[in-house]
């Protein structure tokens, strides 16, 4: 692999041994994968930091990172933790679980990270076309591929932080121009009319990312609303749960969106192919409709708010957010929660302790979450999230 002169005697060891080894570590994977150099990335976006991910073993490993004295040296996000930070103990979160997770959150913000706790940077970032970032977070690495026209790998949380440390990331797979070159068609002429009368995003995302499985589909002839942010989400959100996929061309949207030069594959998705997906979670019944797979944005708290005065809420509902978007809409939030509603900061409904709120089966309008719980034994439903919110109002 070619390394720059400064890349050198950063291997060297002559800006610290600490950040050597983790320079090793970076060349190392790289090697593996073949790459020819390193591409200097300008933001980080780091994963698994949640406690319960991590266990005892994850938490000493980044608390002795820190102690180390090795910095971020660029502008470094970070994941939904185990818990919300502040209301924990309304989640039925133990003591000792939240000063676990506080001892992470601690090491992280002495590394120099912004603890923003949400797994949707591009909200709140002002990414640039052709940016080259180091992201961990598999929605957010397919948003800002695919709808921002940046350049992510998805990269494993550990690497996504020893990137952050050197600002340095391997010149490999989707920071390349021939690794976002597409590598199969995807026709969703056939369910358009379905997908938008139903508000089956996710469902349709979900389809996409396990027929695709790998590589760069370009997708075309799309639900029209598929545009809109909040469908969008989703939709990436589950090809990235279903698939091993960090981009996808969709015509109208993508800035990178190209009709391909040579003949590709081509995949039709039919209707009958998106009901076997809703089959696959089709609980009768649930113990509350959680929302939040992605985050939600301030927009969205904005609009659930809305949709729910125009009845009583009598079923349990819970949303997950960022602690920003609860700042910009915090209106909204406390109009939600005046009406029974719960909202949660910090973490979501996958990496929080469902069980420990006491919800055993749930409702969802995310493939991706439904995908998660379901393996984590939960009995799930998979709905729009118009109708999951029809449905707890009496």
């Known amino acids: 692999m070619f390394l720059t002169k400064e890349e050198e005697r950063i291997l060297d060891g002559e800006m610290g041994e ?42 000493g490993f980044i608390e002795e990172l820190a102690g180390t004295g090795v910095r971020f040296s660029i502008k470094t996000s970070v994941n939904p933790a185990g818990m919300d930070l502040e209301n924990w103990r309304e989640m039925g979160v133990k003591e000792e679980c939240f000063l676990m997770q506080m001892r992470v959150i601690r ?24 940016e080259h970032l180091a992201w961990a977070e598999s929605n957010a690495v397919l948003y800002a591929n695919s709808v921002l026209g940046a ?77 809109c942010r909040e469908n969008l989400k989703l939709f990436l959100a589950a090809i990235g749960a279903s698939s091993s996929i960090g981009l996808a061309l969709i015509e109208g949207i993508s800035p990178e969106y190209r ?82 509603v719960e909202v949660y900061a910090d973490t979501c409904m996958v990496v929080s302790d469902l069980r420990g709120m006491g919800v055993k089966s749930c409702a969802t309008d995310s493939a991706k979450a439904a995908y998660y719980l379901s393996s984590q034994g939960y009995k799930v439903l ?3 999230r118009e109708s999951l919110l029809r449905s707890v109002l009496s």
């Open 18 to 59: 600490e950040l050597a080894r983790i320079m090793r570590i970076v060349v190392k994977v790289g090697e593996v994968l073949e790459a020819e150099k390193l591409v200097k990335v300008s933001r980080a976006h780091v994963s698994g930091v949640s406690y319960r991910n991590l266990g005892e073993e994850g938490v």
């Open 107 to 130: 090491a992280l913000r002495a590394m120099g990270a912004e603890v923003t706790l949400t797994c949707t940077p591009y909200l709140y970032q002002d990414i640039s076309y052709g």
């Open 151 to 227: 350049r992510t790998n998805r990269e494993g949380g550990p690497l996504s932080l020893f990137e952050a440390i050197v600002g340095k990331a391997p010149y490999v797979g989707l920071h390349t121009e021939e690794g976002r070159t597409p590598t199969v068609v995807v026709d969703l002429a056939s369910v358009r009319e379905v997908v938008e009368e139903r508000g089956l995003y996710s469902a349709l995302g979900y389809l996409i990312g396990r027929e695709v499985e790998v590589g760069v589909p370009l997708i075309k002839e799309g639900p029209r609303l598929l545009s």
């Open 259 to 340: 009709e391909p030069r040579e003949s590709l594959e081509e995949i039709s998705i039919e209707p009958s192919q998106i009901e076997e997906v809703l089959e696959n979670w089709s609980s009768e019944s649930f113990d509350a409709v959680v929302i939040g797979c992605p985050h939600l944005s301030a927009n969205e708290l904005m609009r659930i708010s809305m949709k729910l005065e125009c009845g009583r809420v009598c079923r349990r509902l819970i949303l997950f957010t960022s602690r920003a978007a609860i700042s910009s809409a915090y209106k909204w939030v406390n109009r939600l929660r005046d009406s029974g």
């Open 382 to 384: 998979l709905a729009p």
